[in-house]
């Protein structure tokens, strides 16, 4: 318990040191995300992927999911070399801790001088495998960023059993050794644990980490992905354009476009009517307004950080004006309103309409990519069996026997959905590869299109 407590006081001193700062995702860059199950769903990777698309159209930055179901640091070693090496990262993100952590060892707020024993090996052994496994991405000279691992929900009420110490002390600790070792080797650092636990404390009605208290859900997976990118100095601004106008007996007489940012202003024009136009060209697309973006917005504020689109006009008389985008009304604002600026980022405009597009093939990308880690996920219960990759009836066999050994499990149903998914890509690999770099290619090719911002006075 002493040597623990040690431990934790080294760890909390760590922590007064500047955090070095993460870099901005670059263009061209492959960015490779490595972890468990939570990643292994993949579902941050993937927004994160539609946000660069979105907002650098042509970037050619590439997310890629290393997640395994119940992957460890330790299995992260292991996995490093033949696994995800090979992918060319440029730079790798590391997440791991829900599994190394002992979840079971935490069933207790009061444990017995045994199982704090176990809490004290957990620790030492997962400081210590981090560190290998920081060791190895750093000396094959990979970039590296730490993520601190999400948070066990211990605080819901759900059917699962809740481990009631696991998140506080538990995966807290993780989270400190994971600081430590940032700090250590001047790494960056994404905070997760600390913001998720906030939010599973603040609304546990929401159930962030689904029915099972460790794996989150939409709402989780989007709020992950706010994190890492405000995390990595992504700005919020997708375009910012501004007016000054002049008015005359109740006419507006002269519109002046005074700046434009991240996009283009031309065709100004002062119909007769009480009112304005201009064709407006963005150079980016706002991110979607998908159904988990306004649960997301209760929790932390993403329009604000990540997804504001401003129109600004100056100089209007008191009333309320319209906001049409060709044609269509998207919004009615006072004067007021519009010289602070109207965020069209999240209203219904031609751009936004294209986001949505771009999620709908987002979400099949994501599934496509999610549906192949089954099998690199079943190649490493092979490779722990001795098995021969190279050789496919070997690998079937191989599976076979071991879930054999599964039947009375709890898991036993997904070890066998693994398994089929495993037989039934292992041979097509090639193709589905083609699928999802052709759903790459497709995401990659939205682009924001000039259209028409007209403004009338009601």
Known sequence: ?????????????????????????????????????????GGYIFHIQMFEDLRYPGSGTVMLNAGISGDTAAGGCRRWDYEVLPMNPDRVFVMFGMNDVGRSNYKSTEPTEEEQKKRQNVLTNYANNQKKLAEMILKEGKKLVLMTPTAYDQYGDVKADNYVATNEPGLANCAEIVRQLAAEKNLGIVELHKPYTEQLKAHPELHLCGQDRVHPQGVGHLLMAA???????????????????????SVIKNAVNIMAKNASVSDVTVPAAKGFSFKYAPKA???????DYKTVETLYPITEKLNREIIR??????????LKADGAEIATATAEELAKGVNIAILETPSQKKAQEAAAVMRKL?????????????????????????????????????????????????????????????????????????????????????????????
């Open 1 to 41: 318990m002493k040597k623990l407590l040690l431990i934790l006081a080294f760890l909390s001193g760590i922590m007064l040191m500047a955090e070095t700062p993460v870099a901005p995702f670059a263009k061209g860059e492959r960015v490779v995300f490595f972890g468990d199950s939570i990643t292994h769903g």
């Open 227 to 249: 994190l890492i990118l405000e995390a990595s100095g992504e700005q919020g601004l997708v375009a910012e354009v501004e007016f000054n106008v002049t008015f005359r007996e």
């Open 285 to 291: 697309l706002p991110f979607p307004c998908i159904p």
């Open 313 to 322: 006009v100056k100089g209007l008389p008191q009333g309320s004006y319209v």
């Open 366 to 458: 994501h599934n496509a990519a999610r549906l192949v880690r089954s099998v690199p996920y079943m190649n490493t219960v092979i490779l722990s069996r001795k098995g021969n990759l190279d050789n496919m009836e070997e690998c079937f066999q191989v599976l076979d026997k071991w879930l054999e050994e599964k039947v009375n499990t709890s898991n036993y149903t997904y070890f066998q959905y693994q398994v089929r998914n495993y037989k039934s890509l292992r041979p097509a690999m090639a193709e589905k590869q083609e699928e999802i770099e052709e759903l790459r290619k497709q995401l990659a090719a939205f682009a924001p299109q000039p259209y028409v911002v007209s403004l009338e006075a009601k």
